[in-house]
């Protein structure tokens, strides 16, 4: 068995450690005996989304969101929507989860078109959300793992959610989407967008295993579901981070 990640503008999309994530979901696998592989896709790439099983996306500043949004829309936009439609599964960090959005308006009113891929729209703000944060997912109580996403968020952007996407979790310290409706991230069909960043899966193994069982569940259709690793470390590592934020 084998999961195929893509990973988009590794090279400009970095922040904080993002990769991490990667790495989280990779170990995870390799853990299990499942192969994992990690394709970059950049600049001037094309986008194949029959090559993935899930695709990973990581936060940037405004600079980077001016310097690739039109490669992004013009050159993969299509196959991502689509790939969105299709419901393969997409993890986006901050700047990568505004973009799949469908617009991020600067602080001075200039806009960054987005896909419009998932329907939030974000807009930035002088004062940034800046922290530590502790979140409530519970949909992950369907899957039998812990609910509580631990965190770190840097965003100016307030991001709003339309009607037919679900925040990730409910905020239980930090500043979440915008600071004022006390959602935190989205679902749309497999889309996963979050402003927890480069931490985000080493901090929450639960939320890496639901990614790639979703994802293999996709490929393999008589795939029953991950086994339990021993997360021991982890655990500790996550009830200190709690205790230190609440
Ligand atoms: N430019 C975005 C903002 O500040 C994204 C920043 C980020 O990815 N940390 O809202």
């Given at each position: 068995m084998e999961l195929r990640i893509c990973h988009l503008y590794p090279d400009l999309l970095n922040l904080y450690g993002d990769r991490g994530n990667l790495l989280t979901l990779k170990q995870r696998c390799l853990w299990r005996g499942i192969d994992c592989t990690i394709t970059a896709v950049s600049l001037g790439d094309a986008f194949a989304a029959e090559r993935f099983d899930l695709v990973f996306m990581g936060g940037g500043q405004d600079y980077e969101q001016n310097l690739l949004y039109e490669d992004l829309l013009e050159q993969k936009g299509d196959a991502i929507r689509e790939a969105v439609e299709a419901d393969k599964v997409f993890l986006?960090?901050?700047?990568?989860?505004?973009?799949?959005?469908?617009?991020?308006?600067?602080?001075?009113?200039?806009?960054?078109?987005?896909?419009?891929?998932?329907?939030?729209?974000?807009?930035?703000?002088?004062?940034?959300?800046?922290?530590?944060?502790?979140?409530?997912?519970?949909?992950?109580?369907?899957?039998?793992?812990?609910?509580?996403?631990?965190?770190?968020?840097?965003?100016?952007?307030?991001?709003?959610?339309?009607?037919?996407v679900k925040p990730l979790a409910i905020v239980r310290k930090g500043g979440g989407n915008n600071g004022e409706d006390r959602t935190e991230g989205a679902i749309y069909k497999n889309v996963y967008g979050t402003y927890s960043h480069g931490s985000f899966l080493p901090k929450n193994p639960a939320v890496a295993d639901h990614l790639i069982e979703t994802a293999l569940k996709q490929r393999y259709k008589d795939f029953k579901g991950l086994e339990n690793l021993d997360d021991t470390f982890a655990e500790h590592a996550r009830n200190h981070l709690i205790n230190c934020a609440e």
């Amino acid at each position: 068995m084998e999961l195929r990640i893509c990973h988009l503008y590794p090279d400009l999309l970095n922040l904080y450690g993002d990769r991490g994530n990667l790495l989280t979901l990779k170990q995870r696998c390799l853990w299990r005996g499942i192969d994992c592989t990690i394709t970059a896709v950049s600049l001037g790439d094309a986008f194949a989304a029959e090559r993935f099983d899930l695709v990973f996306m990581g936060g940037g500043q405004d600079y980077e969101q001016n310097l690739l949004y039109e490669d992004l829309l013009e050159q993969k936009g299509d196959a991502i929507r689509e790939a969105v439609e299709a419901d393969k599964v997409f993890l986006c960090i901050c700047g990568g989860y505004q973009l799949m959005g469908q617009f991020y308006e600067e602080q001075d009113g200039h806009r960054i078109a987005g896909l419009g891929a998932i329907d939030v729209w974000t807009i930035g703000r002088p004062n940034r959300l800046i922290g530590n944060t502790l979140h409530q997912a519970n949909w992950l109580a369907e899957d039998g793992r812990d609910t509580t996403l631990v965190g770190f968020e840097n965003h100016s952007g307030r991001t709003y959610l339309g009607e037919q996407v679900k925040p990730l979790a409910i905020v239980r310290k930090g500043g979440g989407n915008n600071g004022e409706d006390r959602t935190e991230g989205a679902i749309y069909k497999n889309v996963y967008g979050t402003y927890s960043h480069g931490s985000f899966l080493p901090k929450n193994p639960a939320v890496a295993d639901h990614l790639i069982e979703t994802a293999l569940k996709q490929r393999y259709k008589d795939f029953k579901g991950l086994e339990n690793l021993d997360d021991t470390f982890a655990e500790h590592a996550r009830n200190h981070l709690i205790n230190c934020a609440e």
